[in-house]
């Protein structure tokens, strides 16, 4: 009956995959019960359930600075947030252990992109039937952004491979549908990483596609309505208002790591540490600073800003170098490894002004495409061995999670 149990496995992956675009509850559900079954098969195959991965030691590290950083902290005792973003790393060892063949990894693509695509028809209607007020998918506009920014990049992914011309037609009407809405989330970091992450992927695939790319945007926001024009153009004003609120969060945040350089203030909320960093003209307080650089530096210390620089820029490379070596017939797993590459750079961007590190929504879906990048190495690793060839990848890099006890 154990057998059962990897399909049991997919089952709640594909439901939580569905619901990280529109439900916590859902989502954390049936995370829950996939972790349990696919722990539950590995254990009684003898097996460790986390496939070793080539980040571990970065997750490691991770997780020993976080909770240094908290130990230290000055306010004591606050390890909920910490540790919350401790329990969604495993995401990235089920995604990348239990996706083990190219139809799973395609459902996963395919039903977050049709989740989505169904979602964003929603928004388009609630906005339109609202008085023009930024919207909202999820519980803010910001995490919307993120969200559909996310998607979107993973679904374009499926435009820029040698795909057939349907799958790339669908993929393309589908991706133009959720952009619709991310622009009435009016969230300027999100729209600069989808452009971001749309650049590397047509870097990664094809330079020539960049081309289009420039005028393309240019047209967009010669054509686009005043409000979303003016929101696209206020994101290069030093004078605009939440522009300069955010330069005052930032230079609080160095002032903090300048204060506090070993382990940093403390993994927690910072409105009531930041009264007391901000500028005078400043006249917002938040819980964060707006920058994932910034943040990290000052709740973990420039230990934890030198490890997570290092642990995404290796990710990072990682997963651009999957994409180019994925062949360009194999369209699905190309797609796939490519999207998981935009997917980064567009978090990336999006976190140079945004805190998206501490947005579980977020971090779930990044985790997944991290994963994800991960499986397609493996498949192909697992097809290789089968039939006989002995190279993993087109260049003959290792598998970033090797079978163990094969």
């Given at each position: 009956k154990e057998e059962y149990l990897p399909?049991?496995?997919?089952?709640?992956?594909?439901?939580?995959?569905?619901?990280?675009?529109?439900?916590?509850?859902?989502t954390q559900t049936a995370l829950?019960?996939?972790?349990?079954?696919?722990?539950?098969?590995?254990?009684?195959?003898?097996?460790?359930p986390l496939v070793r991965c080539r980040y571990d030691w970065f997750f490691v590290a991770f997780i020993v600075i976080g909770t240094l950083?908290?130990?230290?902290?000055?306010?004591?005792?606050?390890?909920?947030?910490?540790?919350?973003?401790?329990?969604l790393i495993p995401i990235v060892y089920l995604i990348a252990g239990a996706v083990s063949g190219r139809k799973m990894a395609g459902r996963l693509v395919f039903t977050l992109s049709a989740v989505m695509l169904l979602f964003s028809f929603i928004g388009i209607?609630?906005?339109?039937?609202s008085s023009g007020e930024r919207l909202r998918l999820y519980n803010h506009y910001m995490t919307s952004g993120g969200i559909l920014m996310i998607v979107a990049l993973t679904t374009f992914a499926f435009t820029l491979v040698k795909a057939p011309v349907r799958i790339r037609l669908i993929a393309l009407a589908a991706g133009v549908v959720m952009v619709v809405p991310l622009v009435f989330t009016f969230t300027r970091s999100s729209w600069l990483g989808l452009l971001g992450g749309l650049a590397v992927m047509m870097l990664i695939q094809s330079r020539k596609m960049l081309v289009v790319l420039v005028p393309a945007v240019v047209i967009l926001v010669l054509l686009a309505p005043a409000p979303v024009?003016?929101?696209?153009?206020s994101s290069f004003d030093p004078g605009h208002s939440s522009n300069i609120e955010r330069t005052y969060m930032w230079k609080a945040g160095i002032e903090m790591i300048s204060?506090?350089?070993?382990t940093g203030v403390g993994d927690m909320d910072l409105s009531r540490l930041y009264g007391e960093y901000k500028s005078d003209e400043a006249q917002q307080v938040h819980g964060h600073l707006h920058n994932n650089m910034i943040m990290i530096g000052a709740i973990m210390g420039i230990p934890g800003?030198?490890?997570?620089?290092?642990?995404?820029?290796w990710i990072f490379i990682s997963q651009i170098r999957t994409a180019l070596n994925v062949a360009q017939s194999d369209w699905l797993l190309r797609g796939i490894a490519l999207g998981s590459a935009g997917v980064m750079t567009g978090f990336q961007i999006n976190g140079l002004f945004e805190w998206n590190f501490g947005d579980s929504e977020?971090?779930?879906?990044?985790w997944i495409s991290v994963g994800l990048s991960l499986a397609v190495e493996r498949i192909i690793s697992r097809e290789a061995i089968v039939s006989g060839n002995g190279t993993t990848l087109q260049s003959g890099m290792p598998a970033g999670c090797p079978e163990r006890n094969q």
């Open positions: 399909r049991v496995t997919e089952v709640f992956i594909i439901i939580f995959v569905a619901g990280s675009v529109f439900s916590i509850a859902v829950g019960f996939a972790f349990l079954s696919w722990s539950l098969f590995m254990i009684l195959h003898r097996r460790s950083s908290v130990i230290f902290a000055v306010e004591k005792g606050i390890w909920m947030p910490f540790l919350k973003r401790v329990v209607w609630k906005y339109l039937a024009k003016e929101r696209a153009l204060d506090h350089p070993v800003l030198v490890l997570f620089l290092s642990m995404f820029g977020i971090i779930m879906l990044l």
